[in-house]
């Protein structure tokens, strides 16, 4: 059994065997595990000093090296490096994503499609839009914001204007929307109020190249979709450059 779970934490058929085998002998000689380690005295060694190095051992220097197996709680160790490695795999891949989603999508002539859940899958889609080349094009009903949906957009702003994304914002013309704009930031950002444009509550869309994506912010079921799609993004691009150019006062 422990030589199971040793193996999820990344260690060897042979390391998982001494280990378990220092656990049960307790302090001994490396000449006292040959025989049940099934092992020739080189290999033995070798792994000895693997898992003195990873921290699982220890070994007293005198005539004779005596090996003892680390405290198991040191094994906490090991599924801290795990959780590590697999934050790094999620969030390489996650970049990557985009790209062979794009492939999928050329390849295949299908939109790809991504749903999320709660207010993390809002983080992912909106961090998702700072991969866009260009303009990202916005349709925003203020009311959509709850506290936390603020605090993350907050941060979403520093991001992209670091990265100097310019953005566009459509937003119906009524009393919510106009003191968001009043305190909205302008760098990098241009807001349209449309009047008698419907409001949109709990909903964004924002538009990126070939992407579009739906929030619905809705507390309790929030909701994200993203659609990656060049015939999609590029009918809601056009309607949203119709209601600019229509509506903008220069």
């Given at each position: ?28 000689k ?61 969030q ?68 992209r ?11 119906p ?24 444009l ?53």
């Amino acid at each position: 059994m422990y030589q199971e779970i040793l193996k999820k934490l990344g260690l060897n058929a042979n390391e998982a065997h001494i280990y378990e085998l220092l656990l049960t002998k307790g302090r001994t000689k490396a000449r006292d595990l040959l025989t049940d380690s099934g092992l020739g005295r080189g290999n033995l060694y070798n792994v000895l000093t693997s898992l003195v190095s990873q921290g699982l051992a220890t070994v007293a220097e005198g005539k004779q090296q005596i090996y003892e197996a680390a405290e198991p709680s040191h094994l906490a160790i090991l599924v801290d490096d795990q959780k590590r490695r697999a934050d790094r795999l999620a969030q390489e891949f996650q970049g990557e994503l985009p790209k062979l989603l794009s492939t999928f999508n050329l390849t295949t002539g299908k939109p790809a499609i991504q749903v999320f859940e709660g207010i993390e899958g809002v983080e992912i889609a909106l961090m998702e839009s700072l991969s866009a080349k260009s303009s990202i094009y916005t349709y925003l009903d203020p009311s959509a914001f709850s506290e936390d949906v603020a605090k993350l957009n907050a941060r979403y702003i520093a991001l992209r204007q670091r990265k100097g994304i310019t953005k566009r914002i459509i937003l119906p013309d009524n009393e919510g929307s106009r003191q968001y704009v009043a305190n909205a930031t302008k760098e990098l950002t241009e807001y349209l109020l449309i009047p008698g444009l419907p409001a949109m509550p709990e909903i964004a869309v924002e538009m990126y190249g070939d992407t579009v994506t739906y929030l619905n912010l809705r507390g309790g079921k929030t909701i994200s979709v993203i659609v990656r799609d060049i015939s999609i993004a590029s009918m809601h691009l056009a309607q949203f450059e119709f209601l600019w150019k229509t509506f903008k006062v220069s």
